[in-house]
């Protein structure tokens, strides 16, 4: 598979040309990279759920290792750039425990869910409630100008929704939470009291891929969302799925040993511990 993605590259640094901006070089990896990657998964055919997620984990990997090294020889990683897209990468290869899940009450949520969809629900609430007081429109009126403004402020449609047995799970993927995570933590707050108003059964789970993480994590522990981390995340995402991808990740997965010495030399020349993202398994069995 990784020499399928490698062909697909030949000659990508002069296609990529000097002016060209950062983002058509980088949609012209990405989609090369797309391409393999959809025609791989179609030659992918078996009954075998333990095989197939096996496939699956060399496929997305080989991805990732395409995607990581031919975008940098167009344009080279900063940290920001680098941390993204290894969020990214890493998230994908979670959700190959959902694509190949052995549990048979575990599936994709297909419901769209807002934020708004809360307000609604307490606005509708509201009318039953005071629907015979002389000032009901009015009230109705107040709270709603009231409200209005939070219909901008809370994006939910990067958390993934799965059920469980007929309970909705909320997952968030982060592969580390740092210092800069505040704008996501006051988010993931508001995400959580959302899913827990529309149905108190709800299960809230953040899944991270590092285990060194801050305060910011924990406070959202506090407010009902489950952490974890490291290899738990594997244990965890096998537990809900019936699929453990840990042990192929253990056997397959060596970015160090995929990627060229360039990129690697590259990141572990940064002060910053830019060659972290590269360990998806933290800690080795």
């Known amino acids: 598979m990784l020499a399928r993605f490698k062909g697909a590259f030949d000659g990508i640094e002069k296609l990529a040309g000097a002016g060209d901006a950062r983002d058509s070089k980088s ?33 997305v990997y080989c991805y990732a290792v395409a995607i990581l090294e031919y975008r940098h020889r167009v344009w080279p990683y900063n940290l920001m750039d ?14 190959i425990a959902w694509t190949c899940a052995k549990h048979p009450g ?15 629900k307490f606005l509708s609430d509201l009318w039953d409630l005071i629907w015979d007081h002389p000032n009901v429109e009015k009230v109705i009126d107040m709270v709603e100008d009231h409200i209005k403004p939070l219909n901008k402020t809370v994006n939910m449609a990067s958390d993934k929704v ?4 007929g309970i909705v799970h909320v997952i968030d993927f982060k592969f580390s939470f740092n210092s800069n995570e505040k704008g996501n933590r006051d988010r993931l707050s508001l995400v959580g009291w959302a899913h827990k108003k529309r149905d108190p059964r709800t299960e809230l789970l953040i899944a991270v891929c590092r285990q060194e993480n801050n305060q910011y994590l924990e406070t ?66």
């Not at 990405?30 to 055919?45: G, H, M, P, T, Y």
């Not at 599936?107 to 934020?115: N, T």
């Open 106 to 120: 575990c599936a994709k949520s297909e419901e769209v869910f807002q934020f708004a969809d809360v307000q609604q």
């Open 220 to 285: 959202l522990r506090e407010e009902g969302w489950q952490i974890v981390t490291g290899r738990a995340t594997y244990e965890k995402i096998g537990e809900l799925t019936g699929t453990y991808i840990q042990p192929y990740l253990d056997e397959i997965v060596d970015f160090r040993s995929d990627l060229s010495d360039e990129f690697l030399a590259y990141i572990d020349s940064h002060a910053d511990r830019m060659g972290c993202f590269l360990d998806w398994q933290v800690v080795r069995a």
């Open 82 to 95: 680098l941390s993204r897209r290894i969020g990214e990468l890493w998230e994908g290869m979670c959700l």
């Open 27 to 59: 949609k012209m990896v990405n989609a090369r990279a797309a391409k393999v990657f959809s025609d791989l998964k179609s030659e992918i055919v078996t009954d075998d759920p333990d095989f197939k997620a096996r496939l699956m984990v060399i496929l």
């Open 162 to 165: 799965f059920t469980r047995d």
